[in-house]
């Protein structure tokens, strides 16, 4: 069954520095999104893009934060400069359109 | 109005038994509830789905139940079993929202032999 794969599974950085999280959608999807869960909490939507253009994105997706389909294949998060607060595992998902959100196994971010 | 309410945060069964989560929702527009299942490391993985027309939905040992006008939806685990030891959100969506889930703040289950 094909899935979203995310790298790396576990990122470590340092506050102030940018990181690029990275995302292989299924290949025939075309929305994709960000969401983010931090330690022991719900998950929480950040941001959906579709068409080459962000869709919709949630309070959480400041101007830190960017999306990316730099190729036909690779959906990235950027943050521009991480915060302590921003350590979380980071969820990459995505749908044909009309069906069921397919998520990968997530980047655990920590930021020190 | 966007929250997703959910309860218990965590939850014990014995094997064998039935595992009862439930959900409630303010925000009338949702018209999709799926309910996710984690387990340690990994993403969240669908497991089973209701729109609000129909009341219930069984999926193997899995059930939605769904009360349109208290707004409130359960998933019930039958012959629960350590296997299905996870964290359970549920979720909502409303048509327009593209796939933007409103996520449950999850419960923890741990079915002990």
């Known amino acids: 069954e094909p899935e979203v794969t995310q790298t790396p599974s576990h990122q470590v950085t340092q506050m102030g520095q940018e990181v690029i999280l990275r995302c292989v959608p299924i290949?025939?999807?075309?929305?994709f999104y960000w969401y983010r869960q931090i330690l022991g909490q719900k998950v929480e939507f950040l941001v959906s893009f579709y068409n080459n253009e962000i869709s919709e994105k949630s309070e959480i997706f400041d101007d830190q934060f960017s999306v990316e389909r730099p190729d036909g294949s690779n959906f990235t998060l950027k943050i521009r400069s991480t915060k302590l607060e921003d350590s979380a595992m980071y969820f990459c998902a995505s749908t044909a359109g009309n069906s069921p959100l397919h998520f990968g196994n997530g980047t655990r971010l920590t930021v020190t | 109005q966007q929250q997703v309410k959910q309860s218990p945060q965590s939850l014990i069964v014995q094997k064998g038994g039935i595992s009862i989560i439930n959900c409630a929702y303010e925000?009338?527009?949702?018209?999709?509830f799926p309910w996710y299942q984690q387990f340690p490391g990994k993403g969240p993985a669908l497991l089973i789905a209701i729109r609000p027309d129909v009341s219930e939905k069984k999926e193997g040992r899995f059930t939605i139940s769904f009360n349109k006008s208290a707004k409130q939806f359960s998933l019930h685990i039958m012959d629960s079993q350590p296997g299905d030891s996870a964290t359970y959100f549920c979720a909502a969506r409303y048509t327009g929202g593209g796939n933007k889930l409103t996520f449950g703040t999850g419960t923890q289950l741990k079915v002990e032999l």
């Open positions: 290949s025939n999807h075309l929305y």
């Open positions: 925000n009338t527009a949702f018209d999709y």
